[in-house]
């Protein structure tokens, strides 16, 4: 990739970019804590709306989402009834990170969990579970979000 002016002020310029992109053998739960390891680099970038950009139609971590959040990202532009209106106020809105129409995981930031993130299962537009574990929300939901 050609580097832009952007690309210079990365959090993830000089670091190993292995992390920021999915390999054919990779099974599900080490995906999962690959993108958490690449979110938390992204977390601390000051270019993540270009990098956000860039990455459209791209495979892996851009602007600190996988392809499935920034596409939900994309989706929810559209949703009659946005996402952030089943947030609290106050709290963090959620994201979409797996999951096609009925039935997905969004995951939110949150200060009530050590590792600072939750899920929640949403069917139809409800939050039908909201777990800390992202393990334990695949082992009960994992079949229904990918019929
Ligand atoms: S947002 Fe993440 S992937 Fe994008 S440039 Fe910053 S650190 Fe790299």
Same mark, same amino acid.
């Given at each position: 990739?050609?580097?832009?002016r952007?690309?210079?002020?990365?959090?993830?310029r000089?670091k190993?970019?292995?992390v920021?992109f999915p390999s054919e053998e990779?099974?599900?739960?080490?995906?999962?804590i690959?993108e958490l390891?690449?979110?938390?680099?992204? $977390? %601390?970038?000051?270019v993540?709306?270009?990098?956000l950009? @860039?990455?459209?139609?791209e495979?892996? /971590?851009w602007g600190g989402?996988?392809e499935a959040?920034r596409?939900?990202r994309?989706r929810r532009?559209?949703?009659?009834r946005p996402?952030?209106?089943?947030t609290?106020?106050?709290?963090?809105p959620?994201?979409v990170?797996?999951?096609?129409?009925?039935c997905?995981?969004?995951?939110? $930031? %949150?200060?009530k969990?050590?590792?600072?993130?939750?899920? @929640?299962?949403v069917?139809?537009?409800? /939050?039908?579970?909201?777990?800390h574990n992202?393990?334990?929300?695949y082992?009960?939901?994992?079949?229904?979000?990918?019929s």
């Open positions: 990739m050609r580097c832009v952007w690309m210079e002020q990365a959090a993830c000089g190993d970019t292995q920021f990779e099974k599900h739960m080490d995906r999962k690959r390891r690449a979110k938390a680099i992204c $977390e %601390t970038c000051s993540i709306e270009p990098c950009a @860039a990455g459209e139609g495979e892996g /971590i989402l996988t959040e596409s939900g994309h532009r559209k949703l009659s996402m952030v209106e089943m609290t106020p106050g709290e963090n959620w994201v990170i797996d999951g096609e129409g009925g997905q995981i969004w995951q939110r $930031e %949150t200060e969990t050590w590792h600072g993130v939750e899920w @929640a299962v069917k139809n537009q409800e /939050i039908i579970y909201i777990s992202l393990d334990d929300t082992a009960r939901y994992g079949s229904l979000i990918h």
